[in-house]
């Protein structure tokens, strides 16, 4: 089972995830992002690369795509909140939206 995280692991792991455009879930201990590309190809193009880091690292997103708009949440339901893997999954779909 993986660990909700602690308020100061949530300080160094979450908040930067905060400041690059993710946002806290209303009544959930969750984050959310709406990435928008080009087109509908680049859209499902970043959902096959983060469905592949999402394999790798046993962690699935909840997210929804609508032609070129890609909207993410990440929770870690084991863990009944945020946990290191959704700060891991979230790093990583930073980095594969931007190139």
């Known amino acids: 089972m993986t660990d909700k995280l602690t308020d ?5 792991q979450i908040a930067p995830l905060l400041a690059n455009g993710w946002t806290e879930v209303d009544g959930r201990d969750a984050i959310f992002k709406t990435f928008v590309f080009k087109n509908f190809v680049e859209a499902f193009g970043f959902m096959t690369r983060a469905a592949i880091w999402a394999e790798k690292l046993n962690h699935h997103p909840e997210w929804s795509n609508v032609y070129k708009t890609v909207d993410v949440t990440l929770t870690t339901h084991d863990a009944d909140g ?7 999954l979230a790093t990583r779909m930073d980095t594969l939206a931007e190139g």
């Not at 100061?8 to 160094?12: Q, Y």
């Not at 945020?82 to 891991?88: G, H, I, N, V």
Request: charged residues 40%; aromatic residues 0%; glycine residues 0%.
């Open 8 to 12: 100061e692991k949530r300080a160094t």
């Open 82 to 88: 945020l946990s290191a893997l959704d700060a891991k």
